[in-house]
């Protein structure tokens, strides 16, 4: 079946600071990978996604490049803000569109 | 269109209670799910829905356990002879299968506490 193993936590940076949570993957066919955020009292956000191999897929400074190779979408940041603290969500889906969730990275970026 | 919705957004209730939670998905979304988060997780996936079809249901959905979405619109979940082990976050997300974006919207979620 799928699964989605990432960077345990927490992450505590200083501002400016670059941010890289790890993310693998097990699944079956050609999945779809995402990164979802939730920020303090909010519902889960999709941050970007990537649907094929080599496709890069980035948002508000955020990217994370598709790995087949590795079976791999890491996330990246160059420069954090106070702002990007939240919990952040590795997935993936295949065919079924059934999403596959990792544990969570929560990151807390201090001024 | 204001997104995903769920109702009520927290709910506490006794041990063997029951509970019914409602989610309002994306009015053209044909496609709807319900995940359960608990603390330190991430959402895990219970059923989902294209149109007024359960078209899967996961292990973790015991029989206290049931869904519906009578009209291929919202949709009620829910939990009988509730158990303290119920406690979570439960999440509910619409996407649609037709078109390139397929993507998945998630409502706030219903926090269930059982006491």
């Known amino acids: 079946g799928n699964s989605v193993t990432q960077m345990e936590g927490p992450v505590t940076l200083s501002e400016e600071a670059f941010l890289t949570i790890n993310c693998t993957y097990t699944?079956?066919?050609?999945?779809?990978l995402f990164w979802y955020v939730q920020y303090p009292g909010e519902g889960l956000q999709l941050l970007l996604k990537?649907?094929?191999?080599?496709d890069k897929g980035s948002n508000k400074g955020f990217e994370a490049t598709y790995r087949k190779e590795t079976t791999s979408f890491h996330l990246e940041k160059g420069s954090v803000q106070v702002s990007d603290s939240a919990v952040y969500f590795c997935?993936?889906?295949?065919?079924?569109?059934?999403?596959?969730f990792g544990a969570g990275t929560t990151v807390t970026v201090r001024a | 269109d204001t997104g995903v919705s769920q109702d009520p957004r927290h709910k506490i209730t006794k041990r063997g209670q029951n509970v019914t939670f409602r989610c309002d998905p994306i009015?053209?979304?044909?496609?709807l799910y319900w995940y359960r988060q608990t603390l330190g997780q991430g959402p895990e996936f219970l059923t989902y829905?294209?149109?007024?079809?359960?078209?899967?249901k996961s292990r973790l959905l015991s029989d206290r356990f049931s869904a519906e979405r009578p009209k291929g619109s919202f949709s009620t979940l829910e939990i009988q002879r509730t158990e303290q082990g119920d406690s979570a976050m439960y999440l509910c997300?619409?996407?649609?299968?037709?078109?390139?974006?397929?993507?998945?919207?998630f409502g706030q979620g219903t926090r269930l506490t059982v006491v």
């Open positions: 997300a619409s996407s649609s299968s037709r078109g390139l974006d397929t993507e998945a919207f």
């Open positions: 699944a079956t066919g050609y999945p779809s």
């Open positions: 990537a649907t094929k191999a080599d």
């Open positions: 997935a993936l889906h295949s065919n079924d569109y059934k999403l596959s």
């Open positions: 009015s053209e979304h044909n496609r």
């Open positions: 829905f294209q149109n007024e079809a359960q078209l899967e």
